[in-house]
Structure formats: structure tokens, C-alpha cells
């Protein structure tokens, strides 16, 4: 059973410094999503896509981007890294919009 | 938009006694209702859902939650917990027929176990 895997599992990150990354779902899912957790905040939308090749904005996207080129595929890339996106990030599909969720093992991001 | 409220950060507990993870929801348009779990250091895991039909719904773990309508809830229960439920717990809601894409997740309830 594989699901949804992150890469990479943690990473330090100078500011300043470009970052993709990785998440990849082998269900077929239409629908891919990108979360923060932050301490004390839950977890909040950063970025989504509905189906391959469309994407939209959740509710913290400044500093992110996205692209669907593909169904299985869905990379976040930091621009220029800053302090503030040190955050534990979760990869999650679904099989359509406002179906149940599956989210992968998450990617910590320590931003010095 | 929708919001949840999770009423309690943090809920401490005998072993083997009930328990009650409080949610309250807002939303504009008809939502279908979530609560998800997270064990230290892993991801969420799905722990029941509310789509439509029964407003009691069943989910892993012996836990249970309820849908009312009327006070725009969905709190989550179980009837006697374990020390392995130790862990954070989020409720989570998403729109349909309109409204923000993705999940909007409460805060989160930390749940202690207490021997």
C-alpha cells in the first residue's frame, strides 16, 4: 500500500534559498492539496488543485507556488525561503473536491 | 467561508473513562464534517466522517460523533479510552455545492491519557 509519499522527510533550509517539494499519489485522486501545521494553528490551505492542470489559492499562499502538470504529481516550490514558513507540511488527495482527504507523512522544514 | 472552533486545546483523562472532544462549525453553504487524528511525529488519519443520512457516525477506535444540525456541532466521543489514544485530534470541515476548496481545520485538541 503506498498512497501519498513526501520528499524530502525533513530538511534545514538557509533564507534565501529556493525549495521544491515533493509529494506524489498513486490513487488516482483528482484533487491534491498542500497544508501547514503550525503549533497552536492547526493546519491551514496553502495551495489545491481540483484535477491536472489547475490550481487555486487556499488560504496562506504568499511565498508558494504550485503546478499540476500531471494526476499523480503535485510539488510546492519556495521561491525565496524566509524564517516564517518553518512549518511542518502535509501533501493530501482526494478522490474529488469536497471528498474525505489522505494525507502523507509530511515534510519538516526548518528555515534558518 | 466556513470556520470550526474546537473548544478545548487540550482535554486530560483517567484511563478508561469517557471522553468528549467539543467542535462547532459556521458555513454558509451545506458542509460535510471531518474528524481526523495525528499520533506523534505521523500524519492525520481519518477517524469517521459525516456526508449525509445518520446523524450518529461510527469510525475507528471505538469513537464515535454526532451531527447536530441545530447547534452547528459534531463533537466526538468515546466511551472509555486507552492510553494509546494519546494523541492530537482535529475536526475539519468542507464545503459543497460552493465555497473554499480543501479541509478548514480546528486547532486541534491535544488528548492526555492519564493511568
Known amino acids: 500500500i503506498a498512497g501519498i509519499t513526501q520528499a524530502p522527510t525533513s530538511q534545514i533550509l538557509a533564507a534565501g534559498r529556493r525549495m521544491t517539494l515533493r509529494c506524489t499519489q498513486d490513487m488516482r485522486h483528482n484533487a491534491m492539496y498542500w497544508y501547514r501545521q503550525d503549533l497552536g494553528l492547526g493546519l491551514r490551505l496553502i495551495h489545491y488543485?481540483?484535477?491536472?492542470?489547475?490550481?487555486g489559492k487556499g488560504e496562506v499562499p504568499d511565498g508558494y507556488s504550485v503546478s499540476r502538470a500531471n494526476t499523480d504529481d503535485f510539488p510546492l516550490t519556495l521561491a525565496s525561503a524566509v524564517p516564517s514558513q518553518t512549518s511542518v507540511y502535509f501533501c493530501a488527495s482526494s478522490p474529488t473536491r469536497s471528498d474525505t482527504q489522505y494525507f502523507g507523512p509530511g515534510t519538516r522544514l526548518t528555515v534558518l | 467561508a466556513q470556520s470550526v472552533t474546537q473548544l478545548d486545546s487540550q482535554v486530560p483523562v483517567f484511563e478508561e473513562a469517557p471522553v468528549e472532544l467539543r467542535c462547532n462549525y459556521s458555513s454558509s453553504v451545506s458542509v460535510y464534517l471531518f474528524w481526523y487524528v495525528q499520533y506523534p511525529n505521523q500524519g492525520l488519519q481519518l477517524l469517521l466522517k459525516y456526508l449525509s443520512g445518520s446523524t450518529l457516525v461510527k469510525g475507528i477506535n471505538g469513537f464515535e460523533a454526532e451531527f447536530n444540525k441545530s447547534q452547528t456541532s459534531f463533537h466526538l466521543r468515546k466511551p472509555s479510552v486507552h492510553i494509546s489514544d494519546t494523541a492530537e485530534y482535529f475536526c475539519?470541515?468542507?464545503?459543497w455545492g460552493g465555497g473554499a476548496d480543501g479541509l478548514t481545520f480546528g486547532k486541534g485538541t491535544h488528548l492526555i491519557i492519564q493511568p
Open positions: 475539519a470541515v468542507s464545503a
Open positions: 488543485s481540483n484535477t491536472a492542470g489547475t490550481t
